[in-house]
């Protein structure tokens, strides 16, 4: 019997992870922790600590005490984030990922690790369509310096320990259950929260930026079953690539108005915007459908519709 950490479960990715991993697991095997209230559905379905991942003794006697065997990493400051905090942020994605690594070593019962990389590896000198799986990395933002770093590191403690850790570089993640965390491509949460609560938006980014994107059960589903597969199908110990779908602000703003005729959009780029310009436009994702079984089942009309019917409901309530 699996029993699960996930670190950063109040988070984006965490809240919905959770879930899955509980349907499947069990709801009292899976350990949902972070510095912060998790939403209720976190809480009331299973076991919830509050857990710093940089307080690296209380981490370790956490996974003896509940002889934890598989860990999802998902704590990190996000791209837009950390750009105002850099030396803050490079500290806490790296010591944390860190901490993770050297636990993971030392403890027999944790047999894999994931941990979550992001298109943010690439920079400005990567093939920006159809980007290879191994292919120019030269990151221009700590966020992204962190996460080519922390991909390095992954496959270092691979090669040398023997620790199974494993990684998707996530694209753009799109959710209606939690809202945006300072996210370079967060302006596709954000756009579908204001059509509805005003009907008009400020994008942050220019409307023909396109960027590869994924809609979070897709994301969820491509994590798990990542870590489901069998260690001899796992070709990559750095990070996997995973598409998604690609589009730009122009091309959401347009399937909202579908639904939404009176929607308006306006456009005032921020340094967001120099950041999402060094990032692919498309990802080549075949090793991964091909090893692991990576499909996305969403596409744009599908994903607005249930983003806006989400969030409504999620405001009825």
Known sequence: MEKILVIGAAGQIGSELVLSLRKIHGSNNVFATDIKQ???????????????????????????????????????????????????????NMQSLM?????????????????????AVFGKTTPKINTPQLTVTEPNTVYGISKLAGERWCEYFYNRYNVDVRSIRYPGLISYK?????????????????????????????????????????????????????????????????????????????EIKKRIPNFKITYKPDFRQAIAKTWPES??????????NCNTKYNLSKLTDTMLNGIKEKFNN
């Open 38 to 92: 998790a939403p209720n559905d976190v809480i009331e379905s299973g076991p919830f600590e509050t857990l710093d991942v940089m307080d690296d003794k209380r981490l370790i006697h956490f996974v003896i005490r509940h002889k934890i065997t598989q860990i999802y990493h998902l704590a990190a400051v996000l791209s837009g984030n950390a750009e105002k905090l850099p030396l803050q942020a490079w500290h806490i």
């Open 99 to 119: 901490n993770i690594l050297d636990l993971a070593k030392v403890v027999d019962d944790v047999k894999k690790v994931f941990w979550p990389s992001s298109i």
């Open 178 to 254: 939690t809202e945006a965390g300072g996210g370079t491509t967060d302006y596709a949460v954000e756009i579908f929260y204001e059509a509805i609560l005003r009907g008009k938006y400020e994008c942050f980014l220019k409307k023909n930026t396109t960027l590869p994107m994924m809609f979070m059960k897709d994301a969820i589903d491509a994590t798990i079953n990542l870590m489901e597969a069998p260690a001899k199908k796992i070709s990559i110990h750095s990070s996997y690539n995973v598409g998604g779908i690609s589009f730009a602000p122009k091309d959401v703003a347009n």
């Open 283 to 292: 990802i080549d994702d075949s090793l991964s459908c091909k090893e692991w």
